[in-house]
């Protein structure tokens, strides 16, 4: 598929077909997916949950319990899913484990350079902590980037998925520890193949969207 196919292919899945699972080859793309996606100044201020075994699944599933039950079979019923998490904080400590990583791979040509990027860390997230107040909520946009670009990553693979804030999110920070360790949950994206019953398919209904009148100003 080409981007304008994938796009008019991709849809939030209403229904995944139980019988369907992705191959350990897709899932290897996937956590690449993940890794590899952009983030203001190489920030990474996210960690991940994969559950692909059914009881794996069923943990995350204690986030749909209640008023979210909705999207328990959208839980139980995908190939895997994964839930995103924030860092709830950041420090100079954390900076330097970003410079120290990418010093280890290679991406500074000298110590001078390295340091000139622990003081740009430093400063667009002092920005954020110290003047516009916002630190938590800059973090949380960055996992949010990286979640637009798993959806249109794994649709270009053929896999469809469902992008979940209707979760219990202090359910799962309680079931995995999240807080304990620094992080708290944001969203869970279950990832599979549609089932043929779903009535939210684009094989059944076409996409829509504002029209390009409505939403482009070209100068």
């Excluded at 949380?140 to 998925?161: H, M, P, R, T, W």
């Excluded at 009535?199 to 829509?208: A, G, I, L, V």
Aim: net charge negative.
């Amino acid at each position: 598929m080409n981007l304008k196919e994938t796009l008019n292919w991709r849809y939030t899945t209403k229904e995944f077909d139980p019988t369907k699972k992705l191959s350990k080859e897709d899932m290897g793309q996937v956590k690449s997916l993940l890794r590899m996606s952009a983030s203001s100044v190489n920030l990474q201020p996210w960690h991940f949950i994969i559950a692909e075994t059914e009881e794996g699944k069923a943990r995350i599933a204690k986030g749909t319990q209640g008023f979210f039950h909705f999207n328990e079979p959208k839980v139980t019923n995908a190939s895997a899913v994964v839930l995103f998490c924030a860092k709830t904080d950041a420090n100079e400590d954390y900076y330097k484990h970003i410079a120290d990583v990418d010093d280890k791979n290679g991406r500074f040509p000298n110590e001078d350079i390295k340091n000139g990027f622990i003081g740009a860390v430093k400063t667009f997230a002092n920005i954020h902590k110290y003047d516009l107040k916002d630190l938590n909520h800059w973090m949380e946009k960055q996992v949010y980037l990286n979640i637009g670009s798993f959806l249109l990553g794994v649709a270009s693979l053929g896999i469809d998925a469902t992008p979940m804030e209707g979760i219990d999110v202090k359910a799962l920070d309680e079931e995995f520890g999240l807080r304990e360790k620094g992080f708290t949950a944001l969203v869970a994206v279950s990832i599979g193949y549609r089932a043929e019953s779903d009535f939210n398919s684009t094989d059944k209904t076409p996409k829509s969207r504002l029209p390009e009148s409505e939403i482009f100003t070209e100068i």
